[in-house]
């Protein structure tokens, strides 16, 4: 790259990163998919892989003692490792069309292969056994095979590697005059994660294809595969923290506007994945069939369980490579910088935060609350099963003096007012500080404070209102039962269930312990029966995606993006 090219970094027809990092020449070369489809993944890993070479062979001619070269090398290689099997994974069946193939094979095809036999060892082995296992699992040959040792079979076709990767462009491309030590890394690690999420659109725009002819299976095979590519374009970016600050910093103020925030494919993975989510969603709408229902019976609803878990990946994979930027712009900027384009660090730890999939969560949420009562009569059981068996005296309690049955009905009745006026530190403090609570028989008690504050805070995060009703106390010495009745709203449900309590207090009229007589399914059964998604109301848009998109329109309204 020449002084006059960065000069007309902000020439029209492309950001200032794309004219940094070539970004138009380097697209121009990839296929439209006209004749093959998946031959942009062909392609784009093998330029990925050309350029991951071009900074192996940088790597062992750079001289800084700063450099730490072994461990870049021992990145690049697991990288470009990674990204040829990925290429394999999902080429392994194709068939290379005729238009592809090269009639005879030239010798150095790879400008990158060229500088293999000046690479150390372990670099050189890691090079050619990834290339040598693509060569064997694929049905056709690459074009590098004499360039790796590996004989040529005439009866396989083999790629046209000069004519459809373009080695020559890329390699010119990841060349270009340096402007500082640290230039190739920086260009070259962001034309990598270029080229990686282009394949992560293109599968994700596969898997729509397949969703809309009904093939869920296929279609949550390519969001799989656009995860991986996503995870490949982050493990890219990432090799940036091996930069020298020294070294890195001169060349971050003379491009200024030139770093990867600006990059279209990232900036657009996240809405490119809701999107796919939304087909899922139409699909469910359609059907009458709730993200509830996939979530209780993956086995009735398996194709499209097995899309929700691939969305599910991708959205992660979304989610670490914005929190990996963080992570970036914190070691090379500090917590406290702006950044190159003027927006706050911790504005990109906030949006790593953010749901992809709000509707999902949501729905995950329910389905816990749900499970939650669901098997709530054996909560913590486990767990409690080995406690006794370790000490069976674990909570048992001697039987203390008597507590005056006036104190015991005032109690009692603080107790249920407590919860129904949601006074979550007047309600803990009616206990003693190692009090025992059993929220069901066969349930792990909570034990001392800390733990009742769990309880109590879960309990009115879940129900809201709760208001309870009870019947009189039946007071013997310190032990009284009451029966009692809960009026309560839950995931938007009305909800009614009974149970009776004993309570164990001490002379002064706290609680030691205390034991819930109920079914806690009645709940779930009730929550079910309410409706098992009430995120869809007669196909109108979910308020959690209005929501969302409330936010992001915020977002862009203030420039953060």
């Known amino acids: ?58 790597a062992i001619g750079d001289d800084r003692v700063t450099a730490d070269v072994d461990r870049r090398l021992d990145r690049y290689s697991r990288l470009l490792q990674a990204g040829v099997d990925e290429m394999v994974d999902t080429l392994g069946s194709a068939r290379l069309p005729w238009n592809w193939t090269a009639p005879s094979l030239a010798d150095g095809a790879s400008p990158g292969l060229r500088a293999l036999p000046a690479l150390p060892g372990p670099a050189r082995a890691a090079v050619s056994d ?21 004989v040529v079979s005439p009866g396989r076709p083999t790629l046209n590697y000069a004519g459809r990767t373009a080695p020559d462009l890329v390699r010119r491309v990841g060349r270009a005059p340096a402007h500082g030590p640290e230039d ?83 900036q657009s993975m996240p809405s490119a994945a809701r999107h796919a989510f939304t087909i899922l969603q139409r699909h469910l709408d359609t059907q009458g069939i709730s993200l509830l229902d996939v979530l209780d019976r993956p086995d009735r609803h398996r194709s499209l369980h097995l899309y929700r878990m691939a969305l599910q990946d991708l959205g992660r994979r979304c989610q670490t490579f914005l929190f990996e ?17 003027g927006y706050a660090v911790q504005t990109l730890v906030r ?26 009569a054996s909560a913590g059981a486990i767990v409690l099963a080995d406690e006794l068996a370790r000490d069976p005296d674990r909570y048992r309690r001697t039987r203390p003096d008597v507590c005056p049955p006036g104190l015991a009905r005032d109690r009692v009745g603080a107790y249920f007012s407590a919860i129904t006026h949601r006074d979550a530190d007047a309600w803990l403090a009616l206990f003693t500080p190692d009090a025992v609570f059993r929220d069901a028989p066969n349930a792990r008690p909570f034990h001392g404070q800390r733990h009742l504050r769990v309880f109590i805070d879960t309990m009115l995060d879940t129900f809201d209102p709760l208001i309870a009703t009870y019947d009189d106390p039946e007071i013997d ?28 207090l001490t002379p002064d009229g706290r609680f030691r312990q205390v034991l819930v007589n109920w079914d806690p399914a009645t709940v779930a059964a009730q929550l079910w029966s309410a409706g098992a998604d009430s995120a869809v109301v007669n196909g109108t848009p979910r308020p959690v995606r209005q929501a969302l998109d409330a936010s992001r329109a915020a977002c862009l309204t203030s420039g953060e993006g």
């Open 130 to 150: 990834a290339l040598r296992r693509a060569s064997g699992r694929l049905p056709f040959q690459l074009g590098v095979e004499p360039q790796v040792g590996l």
């Open 351 to 376: 949006r790593a935060g953010e749901p992809l999939f709000p509707e999902l969560d949501q729905a995950k949420h329910r389905y816990a609350v749900i499970t939650n009562f669901t098997h709530g």
């Open 325 to 341: 930027h963080y992570l970036l712009a914190l070691t090379t900027l500090g917590a406290d910088n702006l950044g190159s384009l």
């Open 1 to 58: 790259m020449t002084d006059d090219s960065l000069a007309n970094a902000t020439a029209p027809g492309s950001s200032p990163y794309e004219r940094y990092t070539s970004l138009d020449r380097l697209r121009a070369s990839w296929p439209a998919g006209d004749d093959w489809p998946d031959g942009v993944v062909l392609v784009c890993a093998l330029q990925a892989t050309e350029l991951i070479l071009g900074l192996m062979s940088a």
């Open 184 to 266: 190739h890394l920086f260009c070259a690690a962001h034309q990598i994660t270029e080229c990686w999420l282009r394949i992560a659109h293109h599968h994700v725009r596969e898997a729509e294809r397949r969703a809309d002819l009904g093939d869920w299976a296929a279609a949550g095979r390519r969001i799989r595969r656009a995860a991986a590519a996503v995870g490949l374009a982050t493990d890219a970016a990432r090799l940036l923290d091996m930069m020298v600050l020294a070294d890195y910093h001169p060349l971050r103020v003379r491009l200024r506007d030139g770093s990867g925030a600006q990059s279209k494919a990232a």
């Open 477 to 504: 010495g310190n032990h009284v039962e009451v029966s009692w009745t809960f009026h309560a709203r839950a995931l938007g449900a009305d909800l009614v269930f009974h149970g009776r309590e004993v309570f164990e």
